[in-house]
């Protein structure tokens, strides 16, 4: 008899390169097992290094299957950036809760002044890659985006659903469609 497989796979906690490696193979391995189940990401993440969330967005994008994404929670900063990308369905508790905010250094300032602008120059970089994402994500013009994430911004389930990156709360018997287990 075949193992049963769980169709989710779990984001939670700090975005680094170590948990960005577990959930992308958790990925590729059932893609490898079913490329046609659509795929269930929870989501419970502070957010972290951009690159490692910007390994789990870029193979999101490529699959030829659905992941449906769920914050249970929160999902802050580049947590919330991949949460807001999905395509099949973006789904958030009712007291759930995502935080937006362009990029932070997370670097100390001890370094020199040609260091700071080079990284400055950098962010910027960053900055614009994180904005046109979540215009595509959210269908609204870079000003607005611009403006909704130049500060901290924490959104309720129904500000996420009203600025376009939420498409409904409570809705998690999706979950549970198509059977979690294939077996």
């Keep these: 008899m075949k193992e049963k497989l769980d169709w989710n796979v779990y984001l939670r906690g700090e975005i680094n390169q170590e948990l960005a490696d577990r959930v992308t193979s958790q990925i590729i391995d059932l893609v490898k097992e079913d490329d046609t189940k659509p795929i269930n990401l929870i989501i419970t993440s502070p957010g972290g290094e951009v690159g490692a969330g910007m390994q789990i967005l870029d193979l999101i994008k490529t699959l030829p299957v659905n992941v449906r994404m769920f914050c249970v ?21 009712p007291h759930s809760r995502l935080l937006l905010h362009l990029g932070r250094t997370g670097v100390d300032i001890g370094t020199t002044a040609a260091d700071m602008k080079m990284l400055a120059k950098r962010l910027e970089k960053v900055d614009d890659e994180i904005v046109d994402i979540m215009c595509r994500a959210s269908g609204k013009q ?29 809705n998690f018997e999706k979950l549970w469609e198509d059977n979690l287990y294939n077996g």
């Design 73 to 93: 929670g929160y999902a802050y900063s580049m947590a919330a950036v991949i949460f807001a990308s999905g395509k099949a369905g973006r789904y958030m508790l």
């Design 142 to 170: 870079k000003k607005t985006v611009q403006k909704a994430m130049d500060h901290d911004n924490v959104m309720t389930a129904a500000e996420a659903i009203e600025f376009g990156i939420c498409d409904g709360t409570g």
